[in-house]
Nanobody, 127 residues
Framework: QLQLVESGGGLVQPGGSLRLSCTASGFTLAVYDIGWFRQAPGKEREGVSCISSGLGSTNYADSAKGRFTISRDNAKNTVYLQMNSLKPEDTAVYYC????????????????????WGQGTQVTVSS
């Protein structure tokens, strides 16, 4: 059974860092595009970053560029999202997702492109 489990969320002060993990079971992460998304209260879910299958090219939303880094550990079947210089507006539930349909050479940070989702992990940035 294909499953994604996020972890690593929590409460952090502005300017702090967190590393989120997305661990897969039932499939190999490296053969699919994996995306990170977030949803704040009262807002739509939005893309944060993604990493493509195979060579692992990456893509970032403007809000994440320069502060967040996505990476993949094939041995652990896990994708990470390193988040630095966190701001209160980064507060949200963060989800990882996998695209099991045919994908192009560049991954997309668009929710409709992904069809399997984890349960999410809460990130709260507050002093």
């Amino acid at each position: 059974q294909l499953q994604l489990v996020e972890s690593g969320g929590g409460l952090v002060q502005p300017g702090g860092s967190l590393r989120l993990s997305c661990t897969a079971s039932g499939f190999t992460l490296a053969v699919y595009d994996i995306g990170w998304f977030r949803q704040a209260p009262g807002k739509e879910r939005e893309g944060v970053s993604c990493i493509s299958s195979g060579l692992g090219s990456t893509n970032y939303a403007d809000s994440a560029k320069g502060r967040f880094t996505i990476s993949r550990d094939n041995a652990k079947n896990t994708v990470y999202l390193q988040m630095n210089s966190l701001k209160p507006e980064d507060t949200a539930v963060y989800y990882c997702a996998v695209r099991t349909t045919v994908a192009g050479p560049r991954c997309l940070t668009l929710t409709y492109a992904y069809n399997r989702w984890g349960q999410g992990t809460q990130v709260t940035v507050s002093s």
